[in-house]
């Protein structure tokens, strides 16, 4: 779609679908949605549509394919990738769910619940609370992040150890594909081996298969008892040791077991004058213990007392209410804003098999000081899941993000991991998921978009490179 009438009348026909008040052409009423959360990315969009129900997803959608005009689909818009920014073209259209917020079904003996890809991920997990039942996918965007889109980039968050990413939380998707079509498997079963799982394709593919309309979602029981406790040791072996002791005396109540660096501790101190409650070590562990049986406190006692005989553990505390607990919480998650305002850095996702992490450590380390011996590190990351966030501090403007990136990457590489572990490729890795990807990865997912998307318009330049539409 190239031409201003051919642009005018989509708008009114979307007008015509969704109504007046669910479009928006104004560049003032657009802007929320036209730039990332990070403020890395900014796109001129044609105009954004708030539909409100499954049907107008799939008319808006066939208008658009009518047109020749892409759609981008868009939830919370908390993605760290870019995956929900349009292009600078002035022809796209930025497809909010927004509006679809409901939660239609919760059923706490099924421990099953059925919500509109729009509904806030905390209003959803509030609502499970409510019948002693969770949601486990908890990540710090809660307020703003939707259902559609932590399916859409299959987001992972502190209870993975536990309880697997949103992909293993999913039993039931409605999809819009890319001509318009409805698919409706909104089933709560947690059996269902009859044919192909194809909620599957579209989990994790960041809106580029088809438009997430509702899920169905499994729910776990509410723990009732938790305990927090934040531990120093000595260095990333033992930190690996710890891990290993923790998993044997309390893995089936291990929620959370969160590696965090000496430097990014001192970065709070620096910048927030947060006092860390445990020194001496180059390296502090955030663990979490939940249940639904009493005696969770005993158990993390025991093994923390175990720890520091053997020497894994220098120096900690468990929180001894709510209140301490979101304190030790409020250590991990800071840590970000922290980064922020110490300077630029260069941010990676990066997950490698959870034993190889020392001597990843290691190795990026050596590579990134053979580059540029001045840089810093700010690493933390989901210990037990094998995924780091491994950001590089700038420390001058003569820097190359790009080749820091591919340092980094390259190591990663090395030691059989992923330049993505939970926030996808977006816009913002294409070119490195190319440089790193084996062509036959490369040749499958392209041959997946074609199948499914064969004119290129959902979500076009995200996950896989642009291509020519002709
Ligand atoms: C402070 C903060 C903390 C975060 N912590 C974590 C974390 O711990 N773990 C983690 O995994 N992520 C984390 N994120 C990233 C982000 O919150 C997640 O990626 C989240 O799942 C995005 O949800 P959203 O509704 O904001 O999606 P958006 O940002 O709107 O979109 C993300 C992607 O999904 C697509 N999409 C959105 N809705 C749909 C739909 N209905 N159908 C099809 N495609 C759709 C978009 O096109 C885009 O590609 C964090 C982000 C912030 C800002």
Redesign the pocket.
Known sequence: MTTQTGRTALVDELIAIAGPGAVLTDAADMEPYAV???RMFFGTPLCVVRPAATQEVADIVRACARHGAAV?????????????TPDGSGGEVV???QR?ACIRALDPVGMTMEVE??AI?QTVREAALEQGRMFP??????G???????????????NVLRYG??RALVLGLE?VLADGTVVNGLRRLRKDNAGYDWKQL?IG????L????AAVLRLVPAPQHSVTAFIAVPDIDAALAFYSLAQSRIGDTLSAFELISAASVGLQEKHFGLKSPASGGQWFILLEGASSLAGIGEAVESLLAEAFESGLAVDGVAAASQQQARALWEIR?RI?EAEGREGRSVKH?ISVPVTAIPAFLADAGKALEDLSPALRLNVFG?LGDGNLHYNVMMAGPGDDGAAINRTVHDAVLRHGGSIS????L?QYRVGEWLRTKTPAEQALSAALKQTLDPAGL??PG??LPRRDRG
């Open positions: 990332d959360w990070r981008v689909p868009q939830g919370g818009n908390t993605g760290l990738a870019g995956g929900a497809l909010s769910l679809m890809a729009g991920l996918t908890g990540i710090g965007a809660e703003s992040a939707t259902i559609g889109g932590i399916v859409s980039t299959n987001a992972g968050g502190v990413m949103t999809v579209f593919s960041e809106g580029t088809g438009i997430v309309t998650e970000t996702d989901h572990a939970e926030h996808g977006g959902l979500n995200k996950v």
